[in-house]
């Protein structure tokens, strides 16, 4: 009995050493490897310069409601995606987080008391230390599909987190332009109008940085460049557009990669609305905009791809296991001229199970080997006694 009671001790502590393993450090040892992008030399560091901002990327993690799931399968997400945060936050130390939204996976039916407590859940685990500037845009599971948004959801996802329909923020010297992609459709209604003010406000705004006019034409009158007087001067340099919905794109036959669609997906055609912003509205948005680098989530895919212009537009996987076997963030060394990016992968959830079932299987063989060489070398001395 002491002898089986040694071995169940050794039989517990192996299965707490895998749960260990799997639930906390395949983090560490799966991020270990991803650093920041370094700028282009001559970048970067230097006299005069103000050093590169470090930011962090990531799309759709969808906390679960009380509607859809099981509560399992709430708790594996939602555990899975705090330890690789967090785990990124304390190997990579970014000066800003930006969630580009579908924080919540029901927040489109949830009473006021589920959202708050869905919100509770997702401070606690994407929480950051005061220093680091904290953003996100919401999503059409945030507040509805543009048919489904109602003012009583817009307006507590707006004030929760402090995100008008279309925001500016200057950041160690680079501009983000933050949007609401479901006010982006163009049919006047009650979020739509007010969101295409501050559009066009935003626009003016650059604008008066840019060229001292806030209609970026260099001939108008003198009463038509004072309006650049009531904005507040901006860095001189092109912003970064960030919002839930990509531009539009007819398909995704051009995004490629390990998180890249299927091959079924890549031959879909993409519906305006609904899978991409309007074409109309894509094209107000570059040109009121200008942006140099658009980052926007919703795919749940990996995307990179090149609108008219030349400007660049990255997908953001969604970050949780209930939507991809391989979730990932992405790191980014950001100055005035530059933007260069790296993804950083999170555990595979097949990587988990598969260690979880190797070695549950090991484990147990080890046990009944080790019982059964105990039972044999006992029937030995008993025979020869």
């Known amino acids: 009995m002491i002898l089986l009671g040694r071995h169940l001790l050794r039989l517990l502590l192996a299965a707490f050493a895998l749960l ?31 050093a590169p901002l470090r930011a962090m990327f990531l799309a759709d993690t969808h906390l679960l409601g009380s509607r859809q799931g099981h509560w399992f399968d709430k708790l594996r997400r939602e555990w899975q995606m705090q330890r690789a945060f967090q785990t990124a936050m304390t190997l990579s130390s970014p000066e800003a987080v930006f969630i580009l939204g579908d924080l919540t996976d029901e927040g489109k039916w949830a009473s006021d008391q589920e959202f708050r407590e869905t919100v509770d ?11 680091v500037q904290f953003h996100v845009v919401v999503g059409n599971h945030d507040i509805g599909f543009h048919e489904w ?14 995100i008008p329909p279309v925001k500016i923020l200057t950041i160690k010297g680079n501009v983000f332009v933050l949007v609401n992609s479901m006010a982006m459709h163009g049919d006047g209604c009650f ?31 003198k ?45 879909e055609k993409n519906k305006e609305r609904y899978d991409v912003i309007s074409k109309t509205a894509s094209q107000q948005l570059l040109s009121w905009i200008q942006p140099r680098m658009i980052l ?13 212009g030349g400007v660049p537009e990255l997908s953001v996987p969604s970050f949780s296991w209930r939507n991809r076997n391989n979730p990932s963030l992405i790191m980014a060394t950001i100055s005035k001229d530059h933007f260069e990016y790296s993804k950083c992968f999170i555990p595979q959830e097949t990587s988990v199970i598969t260690i979880y079932v190797f070695f549950t299987m090991l484990i147990l063989i080890w046990f009944v080997v080790s019982i059964l060489q105990n039972w044999g070398r006992n029937f030995k001395k008993n025979r020869q006694v």
Not at 211 to 217: L, Q, V
Not at 227 to 249: A, G, S, T
Request: charge should be positive.
């Open 20 to 50: 260990i393993f799997c639930e906390f450090f395949i983090y560490y040892f799966i991020a270990l490897p991803c650093s920041w992008p370094k700028l282009p030399p001559g970048d970067g560091t230097g006299e005069g310069k103000m």
């Open 191 to 221: 979020m739509c109008s007010p969101a295409m003010d501050k559009l066009r406000s935003a626009s003016e705004k650059l604008n008066c940085t840019r060229h001292g006019s806030p209609t970026g034409k260099v001939d108008e009158s």
């Open 223 to 267: 009463k038509t460049k004072e309006r650049c007087q009531k904005y507040k001067k901006l860095p001189n340099v092109k912003p970064i557009l960030l919002q839930h919905f990509p531009l539009y794109r007819p398909t995704e036959a051009k995004c490629t990669g390990p998180d890249a669609p299927t091959l079924t997906q890549q031959q």
């Open 121 to 131: 859940r997702f401070n606690k685990m994407f929480r950051v230390s005061e220093n």
């Open 149 to 162: 948004v109602t003012k009583s959801k817009l307006d507590r996802f707006q004030e929760t987190f402090d």
């Open 296 to 308: 926007s989530g919703h795919a749940h895919h990996g995307c990179y791809v090149m609108h008219p």
